[in-house]
């Protein structure tokens, strides 16, 4: 899934946000005139979201558009990423309705392993 990014503008910088805080700083902490794409995995950006810090409904914004702003734990001094209510919605629906197509179980009887394959 493509997904638009924010670059940090200085590494060094960040003002990490305070628990109590709904989001102010995103604004001096990254660059949102100058939007990058990222490759995510489905799981990837499920991991963003999980270990997201901040989670930001963004509106009416002249640089961004509508839409949500998640600031990972992991990439917090990298990025900040944002998604479309549509394209959230959409990636929902995607892990919601995620269904098993094909699965196998082998057991490699030299190593005692079990490997399993989900499709």
């Known amino acids: 899934m493509l997904v638009r990014s924010f670059a ?25 005139g100058k939007a990058n794409t990222v490759h995510l995995g489905y799981m990837e ?6 270990h997201s ?20 734990d992991w990439n917090l001094k990298k990025r900040l990423l944002h998604l479309t209510i549509e394209e959230f919605q959409s ?3 995607r892990v919601l309705d995620d269904e098993i197509r094909a699965m ?9 392993q079990v490997h399993s394959k989900r499709e």
């Open 53 to 72: 810090s901040q989670m930001m409904v963004v509106h009416d914004e002249p640089k961004i558009g509508d839409g949500l702003l998640i600031a990972s």
């Open 8 to 32: 940090a503008n200085h590494v060094d910088k960040i003002r990490t946000p305070y628990h109590s805080e709904m989001g102010g700083h995103a604004c001096r902490n990254y660059n949102p």
């Open 91 to 93: 990636f929902v629906r």
């Open 104 to 112: 196998s179980d082998n057991w490699d009887f030299e190593t005692d």
């Open 45 to 50: 950006l499920a991991n963003e979201i999980i």
